[in-house]
């Protein structure tokens, strides 16, 4: 789309938009700078506390309790209001974030990750459900090119502060930090959001049932994946897909649905580009231990694996707001071609990481490139993959549709992370 007068950057950054702006960017980044921070600070946790063996179920379990609250925001919206709906996210996620800053073990850890990872569910579904409602259909574009930009100077902010704290031997303090950001967060919304929302779905109905198959379908695979026997690991890996396929069968039609109507369709459009968010959001799910394989098999320290980590924000941001405001035709380019960018790059990194790099010029600063592929190429299409799910979302599924969006991003992540 051509930009307008009505649809520009100075638009959308200026006076109470501007505010509103800042409100909702700040759910997605509260949520996904944790993710990041954390899993930078993990090796000084497990090395403090204990607990190396349910290392990875810090991601599984956090990620989980997210898929739950993303599925749940539509219908805390329609039951609280917007407002409120943030409200309760927030108390959640502070809860959850305290826990983790005081945990005297692994366990703690893990209940405090997945009370925080329930408060971040809920502040991204709200978080993307909110562009529809608090800005007119000519911002939603430069609106999710924003938000959604956050994952990538995410990647920037959470290893950073991680690597941070875990070298100066504080990680709790990584979690008390993220506390005042989240309260600042409070205080916009308060002032800047409406406590109800005029464009209520129809009547909401929970999917229990298939939101805890799903959460078995995780369980399974992050069980299998502790084996080092691999029929196990691909046993755990059918099981999971065999659950999928039977939850979107059942989920196909139903009066509580996870997806919006229509998505089910043989080439349906909804189907194509919920695809494309799993499949990216796939790619993604590197992040979780190349910090961990930087400071073993590269020996790098914390903070500098970090900065290794910024290389994804930088292109994912940069990816983000050079297709921001392009024609039809362009855009369509960037969705076609930035998965195959992800795609070279995610080989490329395959290549380097086990390799002895120091007997080369520039030594492990050479993953940079493929880094910066891999978030590139996601930059340049996921805003344009989510508004067109809003454009094309049946009329009174509009909460559904972005609230799934969220679920199946992080069902994604929960699969691959393993």
Known sequence: MTPTTNDSWATLLSGRNGLRSLALAGGVS???????????????????????????????????????????????????????????????FIAGTACCAVAPSMTAMLMGRTVQGLGGGFLLGLSYSAVRIVFEEALWPRAMVLISSMWGVATLIGPTLGGIFAQSGHWRLAFWSVIPVVLLLLVLVWTQIKPTSSRDDENVKVPAGKIVVLGLSVFIVSYASLSDQWPINALGLATALVLTILVGRADNGSAANLLPHGTYRFGGSLAVYYLCVAFLSLAVTIEVFIPYFLQTIHEQRPLIAGYFMASISFGWTSG????????????????????????????????????DLTQYMGGAYWLILPLVCIGGGIGVCWPHLLTRVFHVAPAGQENIASAAIITVQLYALALGGR
């Open 30 to 92: 509260v949520h996904a700078i944790n993710v990041y921070l954390v899993t930078t600070i993990l090796p000084s946790v497990v090395r403090d506390i204990g607990g190396l063996e349910y290392y990875a179920w810090n991601m599984t379990l956090f990620v989980m309790a997210s898929i739950l609250g993303s599925t749940l925001s539509p219908k805390f919206i329609q039951s609280f209001g917007l407002r409120n709906a943030f409200f309760i996210a927030m108390g959640i």
């Open 320 to 355: 983000s707001f050079l297709s921001a405001g392009r024609s039809v035709q362009a855009t369509e380019r960037y969705v076609q071609f930035g998965p195959l960018v992800s795609a070279a790059g995610l080989l490329l990194l395959a290549i380097l990481m086990p390799l």
